[in-house]
């Protein structure tokens, strides 16, 4: 069974600082994409950052220069260190781990955690 639990989130001040972990288990961590969605109230769901079994980057260009995304695949964990954050920053925060199987590809969530930026 696959999960992905999130940590880390919580109220800052703007131009604050939060580091959100995602601790997975039951897939093959490794050869994964990983990457952090979000949702802020009455919007739709977006990317913010991705990165693939390789290392290679991706984030949205409103939080570009801003935040970090990286891996340990020993502890099969993804990071995003968010910082100057922004009260637009506000939402809940997932984790989405998909992999291969075949051709298909598979998605699994975390349950979000939530993100409060106060200005």
């Given at each position: 069974q696959v999960q992905l639990v999130e940590s880390g989130g919580g109220l800052v001040?703007?131009?604050?600082?939060?580091?959100?972990s995602c601790a997975a288990s039951g897939v093959t961590f490794s050869s994964s994409t990983m990457?952090?969605?979000r949702q802020?109230?009455?919007k739709q769901r977006?990317?913010?950052?991705?990165?693939l079994?390789?290392?290679y980057t991706n984030y949205a260009d409103s939080v570009k220069g801003r935040f970090t995304i990286s891996r340990d695949n020993a502890k099969n964990t993804v990071y995003l260190q968010m910082?100057?954050?922004?009260?637009?920053?506000t939402a809940v925060?997932?984790?989405?781990a998909t992999?291969?199987?075949?051709?298909?590809?598979?998605?699994?969530?975390?349950?979000g955690t939530q993100v409060t930026v106060s200005s």
């Open positions: 001040q703007a131009g604050g600082s939060l580091r959100l990457a952090w969605y802020a109230p009455g977006e990317l913010v950052a991705g990165i079994s390789g290392g910082n100057s954050l922004k009260p637009e920053d925060y997932s984790c989405a992999t291969q199987l075949g051709f298909r590809n598979l998605q699994y969530w975390g349950q």
